[in-house]
């Protein structure tokens, strides 16, 4: 059986420890050094991070969210255990982990910390896609003649040098295609390399639950559970047309998930369609003040987000769900895309003010949509508010100033309500 050994990379054959270094964090598989696309994930990427630069927190359950009447972002392993999860209300999560230490997100920390690993992967190879800051698909198809080594090396190199030179951990599913690769880097995190095979696959895949597939959330789980689709055995059962007639492009994309079929490329290039932040009150709310607070705080986010990937939005949106849960959007081209926190902030409250008084409400979101580069952004001034370009200017000061001294730097009034 193939063996690589994730501490030295000795690859070898046999069962048992690693022969070199005696480490018994070992991966073997009929294929692994066959395979070649990859899904690699951080660990709890923000509080990775923030375990990392804070030593006093290193082993205690740390939370990123907001208040008490924010959301969880993400939690380390040791909160996991104790039921936290992603998304879950802050007050939620604080009876499950009353001892937790909750951080607020340090964005530019994260992108930054991101940024190096994405220069790591670029090294392996030219095909990286990623998902989000902590987690891309690799495609290391012929890359086994440029580096000497066949990519499960590779990948075993990569999580080796993010340790030792970042401090940071990551689990890789390495596989035949993108959907598979993704549910592999699930399968023993944290630090876990797992594989899935091409020999493997279809009796991998028999007893698992569907909702494994990746954007299969609570309503589409629903739908299935209600045709009697639990597993992919069950899926397996649908022909494709009545899979296509029943769900539409989903069912057609499920009739080929149930066979561990996925063509779609790694796409080094993918566009980034959007960027967006939404915060859920703990209590409901109609209070004008409060919500103009959180406008400005989420525009704030949004802009920052944008700035960091050099992106500029000609469409801004916004998103408020009612008590409930009744959903209201809208949205608004601009004259000049735009990154701009201020710009964001007018116009997104400007669509609030069109949608009025139909309030209280649970959930606001705020986002940037049709992005474009940085470069092709707030080019021309506002004849209709020629205060415009002195704000603009503030702003770049204010960021440089919040680059240089941390995010609390500089706080508007209205981020104080």
């Given amino acids: 059986m193939p063996a690589l050994c994730r501490d030295c990379l000795t690859q070898f054959d046999s069962t048992g420890r690693c022969p070199s270094c005696g480490s018994l964090r070992v991966t073997r598989h009929p294929e692994l050094f066959d395979l070649t696309i990859a899904?690699?994930?951080?660990?709890?990427?923000?509080?990775?991070?923030?375990?990392?630069?804070?030593?006093?927190?290193?082993?205690?359950?740390?939370?990123?969210?907001?208040?008490?009447?924010?959301?969880?972002?993400?939690?380390?392993?040791?909160?996991?255990?104790r039921?936290?999860?992603?998304?879950?209300?802050?007050?939620?999560?604080?009876?499950?982990?009353?001892?937790?230490?909750?951080?607020?997100?340090?964005?530019?920390?994260?992108?930054?910390?991101?940024?190096?690993?994405?220069?790591?992967?670029?090294?392996?190879t030219p095909d990286v896609e990623p998902l989000s800051l902590d987690e891309a698909f690799m495609d290391l198809g012929g890359t086994t003649k440029l580096h000497g080594a066949p990519p499960a090396v590779m990948l075993a190199r990569l999580v080796k040098r993010m340790k030792d030179e970042l401090g940071?951990?990551?689990?890789?599913?390495?596989?035949?295609?993108?959907?598979l690769a993704k549910v592999a880097s699930d399968l023993e995190k944290p630090r876990g390399f797992s594989v899935i095979g091409k020999a493997e696959t279809a009796d991998f895949l028999h007893d698992k639950p569907v909702r494994l597939i990746w954007g299969i959330g609570p309503v589409a789980q629903a739908?299935?559970?209600?045709?009697?689709?639990?597993?992919?055995?069950?899926?397996?059962?649908?022909?494709?047309?009545?899979l296509t007639a029943r769900f539409g492009s989903?069912?057609?994309?499920?009739?080929?998930?149930a066979r561990g079929q996925d063509r779609r490329k790694v796409s080094a290039n993918a566009p980034m369609k959007s960027i967006s932040n939404?915060?859920?009150?703990?209590?409901?709310?109609?209070?004008?003040?409060?919500?103009?607070?959180?406008?400005?705080?989420?525009?704030?986010?949004?802009?920052?987000?944008?700035?960091?990937?050099?992106?500029?939005?000609?469409v801004v949106t916004?998103?408020?769900?009612?008590?409930?849960?009744?959903?209201?959007?809208?949205?608004?081209?601009?004259?000049?895309?735009?990154?701009?926190?201020?710009?964001?902030?007018?116009?997104?409250?400007g669509l609030?003010?069109?949608?009025?008084?139909?309030?209280?409400?649970?959930?606001?979101?705020?986002?940037?949509?049709?992005?474009v580069a940085e470069d092709t952004g707030d080019l021309s001034g506002d004849l209709l508010d020629p205060q415009a370009a002195q704000r603009r200017k503030a702003e770049r000061a204010s960021d440089t100033i919040r680059g240089k001294f941390g995010a609390d730097a500089i706080l508007k009034g209205r981020a104080m309500r």
């Fill in 318 to 349: 916004l998103k408020l769900k009612r008590a409930n849960h009744s959903l209201i959007s809208r949205r608004l081209a601009l004259r000049d895309a735009t990154q701009m926190a201020d710009t964001i902030y007018q116009t997104a409250r």
């Fill in 83 to 124: 039921g936290v999860r992603s998304a879950m209300p802050m007050f939620q999560a604080l009876k499950l982990c009353p001892d937790a230490v909750v951080i607020r997100p340090r964005m530019s920390v994260y992108v930054e910390v991101s940024r190096e690993i994405r220069k790591m992967m670029d090294e392996l």
């Fill in 250 to 257: 989903m069912g057609y994309r499920l009739w080929h998930l």
């Fill in 223 to 242: 739908s299935l559970d209600k045709a009697g689709i639990h597993t992919f055995s069950d899926l397996l059962r649908w022909e494709q047309d009545d």
């Fill in 39 to 81: 899904h690699m994930d951080c660990d709890a990427f923000y509080a990775s991070v923030e375990k990392r630069d804070n030593p006093e927190v290193r082993d205690k359950p740390v939370i990123i969210g907001g208040g008490k009447r924010g959301v969880v972002s993400t939690a380390c392993y040791v909160a996991r255990i």
């Fill in 352 to 371: 609030f003010d069109q949608v009025g008084n139909q309030g209280p409400y649970r959930l606001l979101g705020v986002g940037l949509a049709d992005l």
């Fill in 168 to 179: 940071l951990t990551g689990s890789i599913g390495l596989s035949h295609n993108k959907f």
């Fill in 278 to 314: 939404e915060t859920t009150f703990f209590e409901d709310t109609e209070s004008i003040d409060i919500l103009d607070g959180h406008i400005w705080r989420l525009s704030e986010k949004v802009s920052d987000r944008a700035k960091a990937k050099s992106k500029a939005g000609r």
